[in-house]
């Protein structure tokens, strides 16, 4: 038998002055491989159809469905409720503007972190139609896709202590996705072109070493060691002076991008 | 009320808006994309398996050449397409795999030596050469002759949609997410924009563009079972519809995935059949050699869809509460392999299935996948009609898929064809002047604000039991196997649910701000139209072609048949108006056997000389 | 050399304040070693002592120890949640989240804050009493001081046991493969050390039974 599942869901409608933010209440008979997408929706077209939330793919692919599930960030498609306790407490994800219930802004920040850390190829070489493809190790193309499967949810984000003090920092999410273009030899940024992006509070040395977003990312991207890669980096970068660049290059994962 | 100017107005931000939106905004025009989810979760995100160009790298795509891939188009297209846009794909494709390399796509490389792949479950061994090591690898994908689709791991449609939306970021085009758009603004001759509603706020904003593209997807949510996003409602193609006056072509043409996964729908890439995964029945018997004995699970997905429902018909389904469903079995790849190169197929038979693919068998059914009809538009991309409007993508038919589309083309599709309707539109704009008209633009917003005034006074059904009803309808009535009873019941079905739109009523009354409710009421009423436009033309196609099949009608009729439909929605009509176009303006490859998929044909008369051309003649279009 | 950017200041502070963790962990390390051999012999531990403060070490050491744990303290701190609110939001999360490294951080900024003052009356009452012998030491625990040390004592092997693991995993030398095995040995360490604080707090809080006993 199924069991009754009790959903404990955060509601605030910022745009009704008249709305004040609250926990309500619905209940659902589980059903078998019921996940949070099945359950929200059947939530919202039998029980109540004012429910925010946002899904896209369901399949875990877009990270449109990042939400706070008892306690922990994660995305909401994948998490089968079979995994679940009875009652389950839903809240939006913190750090990002609320724009209903479940339902933040996530594309507005990550388009604003896009922008600061430049998020794009750096090169001066043009496109020429005729010449066959630059050539690139498989190994390294490989490694380059891994940085590069971030679904941008924002799960890492809200599960970080300093995102959650500081509105400026840029989340390991930003700086993963630096730490790709970093090892990516089509982009011709140096060390101290990244040093100058990311090397303050706002960017790298911000991050405290939480290690949340590592334990919360529903790809299983090794932030944290990404993050070490690029602070690494960036503070060699920045004794540039003091320290023997022999050692430097030691230290760092692209030596090639010193200069 | 907010209104937006720009040259280019792309709606939908998936790979074909923004490979348009690029190249507009490389030349120096103001671009703005309109998406109803930030564009890094456009639909085009979730394609895993990769993009078909004949590079020609990889071994097992030694020789191969866009004429080649051209003649896999037009067969698999069960010669349902338009052969001169076929070729434009198939000689454009490998420029444009290339270029997304040098914008930042990490591709899969050539890897010398000797590696190991399967074919039908058994391993073969094949070895890459030297002098091709490090450029664009290559790998199988069903109904082709060479190894010709480029990948990245199995994330393609990400890292692909990932790398243009970069591009997107440098080039400095703005992108409005969360605007829905609900209505075009045209004057009957020339389209300027559209009104959009701000899902944000619930505010409609008026945005006047040169050129408006129609790049929204498909509509894979007038099915119930759809490995489609949420977001994939055919909204681009209602807008266009609702004009009275732009054709939608050959909606009756929808694509059944094979390898849908149950209960969830969720697709797992044909990667897994091109890689060695194998179809197995209730008794693990492995039944598709018998059906197909050459190609077997990597016959074209319409053959592989219809064999599946034929042999779960016979009884030979395995049972569960969620309906019947047959096995994809790929254990034998092994834990590397599977967790590599088939990782997002591992992660989802994990956290959706329960299922751990390494060890355990994948239950799959055909699932509903891709439109090949859309948004008429020539060879530029242009639409049928109104002068100012593209469509690119899914949501256009282009038309190189006819009446199936092979998998890896529909993912090059998008940057194939964004690459060349998007050097159209900056053509278009060269040589244009702006043109707004005040009541072009009142009108339309009038309109919206109509439906939006009758959805708050309506007393009927809600929105979402009428969608339902009308994608079980689908489900019913117009799903893989189709006939005439079924086709007219379904009409008549739909018909009536038309009829109960007009009288929609909110359950949660509207409210300010976000209203997911009111943006789905708002698409209900389209989203039948289009059904009716599938249901419709299938009824009247009698014959069967590619994706679609009719019991009653098996054969493919190229004497009466050969020909793509247009659909048109007159307006207060309550069923489409069919006309019907020549399928191509000329022959490379004449009509003939595909070499799959079993099936007779009624030959048509034979074509004229002067329609023949070989695939170098650069002939433009007979009398087009 | 490449010019600048205005960012310089804060980058380099991230390295010093690293540079200043590490030679503090090791300083701590070695400190709390010799200390230790007190529970071997009293005698060695007194040896050592007279070495120091016969080359000066002790006399230049512990002020400049104090120094670095000030502008370790000062660098660092731009990480505390001073500001109002912040604590509140930060002590909130991490109950929320459950999620121990985040936890753990509330742990430095408790213990960073006991040892920037406990340091001071540490070093202070040992300068005032030279020399270094441990009768002395064991005269003052008797006088009220081993309270001091039940605080200081774990306060200084927790923050600095969670600053080599911290270090580590920002600079990225304990990736997430070995995250769990650095984990438990920076445990057992740290355990390894309280254990070896204890005894030797121990040893000479008895040896002060003994002299109050002698003297009566």
């Given at each position: 038998m199924g069991r009754t599942l009790t959903f404990e869901i955060f509601r605030y409608n910022p745009s009704d002055p008249d709305s004040k933010p609250h926990m309500q209440t619905y209940t659902l008979e589980e059903t078998p491989s019921m996940t949070l997408f099945i359950a929200l929706n059947k939530i919202r077209e039998e029980q109540d159809p004012t429910l925010q939330f946002d899904f896209c793919c369901r399949a875990g692919i877009c990270g449109s469905c990042g939400m706070v599930i008892n306690g922990r960030p994660g995305l909401a498609c994948h998490t089968q409720t079979a995994d679940l306790p009875d009652k389950i407490t839903l809240h939006p994800l913190p750090v990002f503007k609320l724009l209903g219930d479940l339902s933040v802004d996530t594309g507005t920040w990550f388009r604003g972190v896009g922008k600061k850390i430049e998020s794009w190829i750096h090169t001066k070489k043009q496109f020429d139609e005729n010449a066959p493809e630059e050539r690139m190790?498989?190994?390294?193309?490989?490694?380059?896709?891994?940085?590069?499967?971030?679904?941008?949810?924002?799960?890492?984000?809200?599960?970080?202590?300093?995102?959650?003090?500081?509105?400026?920092?840029?989340?390991?999410?930003?700086?993963?996705?630096?730490?790709?273009?970093?090892?990516?030899?089509?982009?011709?940024?140096?060390?101290?072109?990244?040093?100058?992006?990311?090397?303050?509070?706002?960017g790298v040395f911000g991050c405290m070493g939480l290690l949340a977003?590592?334990?919360?990312?529903?790809?299983?991207?090794?932030?944290?060691?990404?993050?070490?890669?690029m602070r690494r980096m960036v503070t060699l970068e920045s004794v540039k002076a003091i320290i023997p660049d022999f050692i430097r290059n030691k230290l760092v994962g692209c030596p090639d991008k010193n200069d | 009320m907010q209104i937006h100017y720009c040259d280019v107005l792309s709606v939908g931000a998936g790979l074909a808006g923004e490979r348009v939106a690029v190249e507009a905004a490389q030349a120096g025009y103001k671009v703005?994309?309109?998406?109803?989810?930030?564009?890094?979760?456009?639909?085009?995100?979730?394609?895993?398996?990769?993009?078909?160009?004949?590079?020609?790298?990889?071994?097992?795509?030694?020789?191969?050449?866009?004429?080649?891939?051209?003649?896999?188009?037009?067969?698999?297209?069960?010669?349902?397409?338009?052969?001169?846009?076929?070729?434009?794909f198939a000689e454009q494709a490998p420029i444009a795999m290339r270029e997304m390399a040098f914008m930042g796509v990490p591709w899969n490389r050539v890897v010398p030596g000797e590696h190991t792949y399967y074919k039908g479950g058994k391993p073969f061994q094949a070895t890459e050469k030297k002098e091709n090591e490090g450029l664009i690898h290559s790998r199988a994908f069903g109904g082709t002759a060479k190894w010709r689709t480029c990948y990245t791991s199995d994330g393609t449609g990400h890292a692909v949609l990932f790398t243009l939306d970069n591009r997107m970021l440098e080039l400095g085009v703005q992108v409005h997410d969360r605007m829905q758009a609900e209505a075009l603004i045209h004057d009957g001759e020339r389209c300027m924009g559209v009104i959009a509603r701000n899902l944000r706020t619930g505010e409609l904003e008026a945005y006047i563009a040169n050129a408006t593209l129609i790049a929204t997807g498909g509509f894979g949510r007038l099915y119930r079972a759809t490995t489609n996003a949420v977001i994939c409602d055919g909204g681009g193609q209602i807008i266009a519809q609702d004009t009275g006056i732009v054709p939608l072509g050959n909606m009756e043409a929808v694509q059944f995935h094979p390898t849908g996964t149950v209960p969830t729908d969720i697709l797992v890439t044909e990667g897994c059949r091109g890689d060695g995964g194998t179809l197995l029945d209730v008794n693990e018997y492995r039944f598709m050699p018998d059906y197909e004995p050459e190609k077997a699970e990597l016959a074209s997905r319409d053959v592989v869809s219809r064999r599946m429902t034929e042999h779960m018909r016979k009884g030979f389904g395995v049972k569960s509460p969620y309906g019947d469903h047959l096995w994809l079995d790929i254990r034998h790849l092994g834990e590397?392999?599977?967790?590599?190169?088939?990782?997002?197929?591992?992660?989802?038979?994990?956290?959706?299935?329960?299922?751990?693919?390494?060890?355990?068998?994948?239950?799959?059914?055909?699932?509903q996948h891709y439109s090949m009809g859309g948004v008429r538009v020539n060879k530029d991309g242009h639409a049928y009609g109104l002068k100012g409007l593209f469509a690119a993508g899914e949501a256009a038919c282009w038309d190189m898929h006819g009446f199936n589309r092979l998998g890896g083309n529909s993912l090059a599709e998008t940057v194939v064809a964004g690459r060349v309707v998007g050097k159209k539109v900056v053509e278009f704009l060269q040589g244009d002047s702006m043109v707004y008209k005040a009541d072009a633009m009142r009108d339309a917003l009038r309109g919206v604000e109509q439906r939006i005034e009758n959805l708050k006074k309506g007393t009927g059904d809600d929105c979402y039991t009428l969608r339902n009803e009308m994608q079980d309808a689908m489900m019913e009535y117009v799903g893989i196997f189709r006939n005439g009873k079924d086709l007219q019941k379904g009409v008549d079905k739909l018909q009536e649910i038309l009829e109960r739109t007009k009288n929609m009523r909110l359950a949660g009354k509207g409210q300010r701000g976000q209203d997911a409710e009111m943006a789905m009421a708002l698409r209900v009423p389209g989203m039948v139209r289009l059904a009716l436009t599938i249901a419709y033309g299938a009824l009247q196609r009698t014959e069967s072609?590619?994706?679609?099949a009719r019991e009653d009608f098996p054969e493919r009729n190229d004497r009466d048949w050969l020909k793509r439909t247009l659909a048109t929605w007159k307006p207060g009509d309550s069923l489409p108006t069919l006309t019907y176009e020549e399928a191509t303006p000329f022959f490379i490859l004449p009509p003939g056997d595909r070499g799959y998929g079993g099936g007779k044909i009624i030959d048509g008369p034979d074509i004229p000389a002067e329609k023949l051309v070989s695939f170098a003649e650069k002939k433009e279009a007979q009398g087009a | 050399m490449t010019p600048r950017s205005p960012q310089q200041v804060a980058s380099r502070l991230d390295f010093w304040q690293a540079l200043s963790g590490a030679v503090l962990a090791l300083f701590i390390c070695v400190h709390l070693v010799l200390e230790g051999s007190v529970v071997l012999s009293p005698k060695i531990t007194d040896w050592i002592g007279w070495i120091m403060e016969e080359v000066y070490l002790a006399q230049v050491a512990a002020p400049l120890i104090l120094l670095i744990i000030v502008f370790h303290f000062w660098v660092a701190a731009r990480k505390m949640p001073f500001r109002a609110g912040e604590l509140r939001i930060y002590f909130q999360h991490s109950r929320e989240l459950g999620d121990a490294d985040t936890s753990l951080w509330l742990v430095q900024v408790v213990t960073a804050t006991i040892i920037l003052v406990g340091a001071f009356f540490h070093v202070y009452s040992v300068m005032v009493d030279m020399p270094l012998e441990v009768d002395k030491s064991a005269m003052r625990l008797h006088e009220g001081w081993v309270v001091f040390y039940v605080f200081f004592l774990p306060a200084c092997i927790l923050h600095t046991g969670i600053g080599v693991y911290r270090i580590g995993v920002k600079y990225g030398f304990i990736s997430k493969a070995r995250r769990e095995f650095w984990r438990k040995t920076i445990w057992i360490v740290m355990g390894a050390y309280l254990l070896l604080g204890t005894c030797a707090i121990t040893r000479v809080w008895f040896i002060g039974d003994a002299l109050i006993q002698a003297v009566q």
């Open positions: 190790d498989n190994e390294l193309a490989n490694q380059i896709f891994e940085l590069d499967r971030c679904v941008e949810c924002g799960c890492c984000v809200a599960a970080c202590g300093t995102a959650r003090m500081r509105d400026d920092f840029i989340g390991a999410t930003s700086i993963n996705r630096l730490a790709r273009f970093y090892i990516d030899p089509r982009d011709e940024r140096k060390s101290s072109d990244y040093y100058e992006l990311i090397g303050d509070d706002s977003c590592d334990n919360v990312c529903p790809k299983q991207i090794p932030l944290q060691d990404q993050l070490g890669v | 703005i994309c309109l998406s109803i989810v930030p564009p890094r979760r456009s639909h085009s995100s979730a394609a895993q398996g990769g993009m078909q160009a004949a590079l020609g790298n990889s071994i097992m795509g030694d020789g191969d050449s866009p004429e080649i891939h051209f003649n896999d188009t037009v067969k698999g297209s069960d010669w349902g397409c338009d052969q001169e846009v076929a070729r434009i590397k392999h599977i967790t590599t190169n088939l990782r997002e197929v591992y992660d989802i038979c994990r956290h959706f299935l329960g299922v751990n693919p390494i060890h355990q068998l994948i239950p799959v059914r055909p699932t072609r590619g994706a679609h | -």
